[in-house]
């Protein structure tokens, strides 16, 4: 904030800018990146509007945790493969997990093989 201006002065001065702020009550925000997810308990969540852009200022206890890497395999998926390599059930499965379910990875590996 600015120094030596009262919070009642910068809510007056941010409306005639055209700037709300609002509070949002939650329990959790949970960012998921990549390889892993912040979750923060118990956040303070201030939106800030201006100019048609919202803007998010999240606080709180924060806990980092890794995703899990875990890929679905559908039978389907499974079945695909074995038909288009020519190879077994385990073989497919097997390239699938390696290519993180991408069919077509799987595919090209065990033509490879």
């Given at each position: 904030?600015?120094p ?8 007056n001065?941010m409306?005639?800018?055209?700037i ?9 925000v ?11 308990e118990?956040p ?8 048609g ?5 999240v606080?709180?206890?924060?806990n ?16 695909i493969?074995m ?15 390696e290519?993180?379910?991408d069919?077509a990875?799987?595919?090209l ?5």
């Amino acid at each position: 904030m600015m120094p030596n201006m009262d919070p009642r002065q910068m809510r007056n001065l941010m409306a005639k800018m055209g700037i709300t702020s609002t509070e949002l009550d939650a329990r959790r925000v949970i960012i998921e990146c990549d390889d892993k997810e912040i979750i923060v308990e118990n956040p303070q969540i201030t939106i800030i509007e201006a100019q048609g852009t919202k803007t998010f200022q999240v606080s709180g206890k924060i806990n980092e945790r890794a995703r899990s890497a875990a890929v679905e395999i559908t039978d389907d998926d499974i079945k695909i493969v074995m038909e288009r390599s020519g190879k077994s059930e385990n073989d497919a499965r097997i390239a699938l997990e390696e290519s993180n379910g991408d069919i077509a990875a799987a595919i090209l590996k065990l033509g490879q093989a």
